[in-house]
């Protein structure tokens, strides 16, 4: 184990010749990135972007929500990012009386700021290097079985630690390198988080799912809100007492914008890469993983838009729900079209070869490296079939059929039976009241219909209902068994199920069908996930030596670990690119393109307010406006994020703001698996267009007051 923690002490002080692939490390900038940035015309010094001791740039970058990355803008908490991280809260506030989705909603002072429930935001504290104490009592030989038990006590003692040395922070570790290297991340959770600012969906989702991952793209894509503390600026449930956050460091911004070969990096949480996947789970991913992603949620997706073009209340309810899906859903479709077009599998095949060679030759069978490859191929042939399955359950059944969320809440998961009682009745009941707000049961039942259908045409081992119950009482007939589900349980009704919590006993909802269909999804589910531990633990340790071996076989190579939700810097020049033979992207695009791309035979994607119209007409770009007089909507950076970064800043040289990123291109949507340097673009919206939004079209200019321009 010695010489995997120096092989990676080395790693950290190899200079980085091609920067533009990587997500780095804040604490390794000085060994690592620094002097590259400075060549590529950064003014920072590695200490103002990230310090262990005093206020840098990282402590203005925090995590927004669930899976999105924000960026303080002033002194006084207010925070900016993309208006699909923001979709959520702006969802849930909205109502058809208030529509914040379709018209937009602006906060004319901070008393008409809206608490958003649920929303959290943490700042990142604290960084620590602790592969020492997770990985220094490992021996070198251990299996992967001795490896995790090891792993997973030295990581409870040591979050123990820091839980004791950080009263009130959030601790996590993270592996890195596929278990070679672990961080410790100490975190300050702030609950009281209230909209302040987001545009219409005609501007914030412009271009709808025939734009998305596309260029060119002229969405702006951004919300904003403010971050509130107690009365000693920590974290705080709401109260109408809570004040502003007082941000010690937050984004100056910059009105200057950008030109081609500008230097870009961008600060956030990329959320998954799988840069050392091998050819074995590209395999699995074009023929099991994605096929069946993209076919079960293109189907749900078809019931739910056609129920949210019928009815406003409908897609009020599942306007969040739906883009989430149809995210991931058309991801995957440029994932596989990516994946083959750039013939990425013969690429990790090449790189295999070359790894079994170099293995064979310098290395020791009982090192684990020789049979690396062949643990990660045996363990992906087994999980693959299982897998699949699981993904049918989750996907069809456990995502997709509502029904069973709020019935799984009455499931004890251990006993596989009703609950004998329900503790702390009063979160259940909040809980269940926020998720009955967004349900339609009559969209659901139609969901479920085709759901089960297409699950029993295409599932090698279906749940035990089909037979017990689809079958025996209904002769097979799958419309007639969910029509007789939905009008008979409980759980289709918010009001019923708030009144069994007040009143519970589980003799009330033993033989609800709903129950019955839960229990049998769920002891499938968890049936199949126990057969994956013996290959899961095979292919975690064929992993991790493999990633070990890489780094051996190549020391001064400059390597960078898999996203893993983590903070990181990343960055690059702003470029534009061409995508085919004769095609030539310019590197940003002007309000212009959004007043051509108008459609009046698809308002839902493609409606441009009358108040943008009249601006536009107008030439009223005030400051806004570039050197041509045109009115920048987005641009491009040659930056390498992904799911994730959504809402991160874009920084120029001085670490100003100057755009926040919200997509990938769409020509190298494999970029998670590969990283396509000629191609792979970051998609940010530009400032100037947001602040142009937050000015002109929405009069809301008070809050330009508490920004600081460069």
Known sequence: MKKILSLLAAVCVTLTAAADEGMWLLPYLQKMNIRNMKERGCKLSAEEIYSMNRSSLKDAVVIFGGGCTGEIVSPEGLLFTNHHCGYGSIQQLSSVEHDY?????????????LPAPGLEVRFIRQIADVTPEVMGNVPSIASQQ?????????????????REENPGMEISVKPFFGGNQFFAFVMEVYKDVRLVGAPPSSIGKFGGDTDNWMWPRHTGDFSIFRVYAGPDNRPAEYSPENRPYKAEKFLKISLRGVEENDFAMIMGFPGSTERYATSYEIDNLLKVENPQRIFIRGERQAILWKDMIASDAVRIQYASKYARSSNYWKNSIGMSRGIEKLDVKARKEAQEASFQAWAGKNT??????????AKIRTAVGELSPVNATRQY??????????LLTPARSFIDMQKMEVKAEIKDPA???ERLAAWYKDYSPATDRKVAKRMLTIARENMKELPSFYAEVVDKEFGGNIDAYVDCLYDHSVFTSGEKVLALIDDYAPEKIADDPALVLGKSVMELYRKLSGALDEPAQRYDEGHRKYIAGLMLQQPKKAWASDANFTIRLTYGRVLPYSPADGIEYNYYTTLKGVMEKEDPENPQEFFVPEKLKELYAAKDFGRYANAKGELPTCFLADCDITGGNSGSPVMNDRGALVGLAFDGNWEAMSGD???EPDLQRTIAVDIRYVLFIVDKFAGAGWLLNELQFE
């Open 101 to 113: 989705l379709k018209y937009g909603f602006w906060a004319m002072s901070q008393a008409e700021e």
């Open 146 to 162: 001795e490896y995790e038990r090891i792993t997973e006590e030295n990581i409870a003692a040591i979050k123990k630690r820091l």
């Open 364 to 373: 020791l069978p009982e090192e684990g490296y020789i049979d690396a490859l």
């Open 393 to 402: 359950l989750s996907e069809a059944f456990l995502a997709a059929v509502e």
């Open 427 to 429: 979160a259940v009941r």
């Open 673 to 675: 698996i590969a990283f």
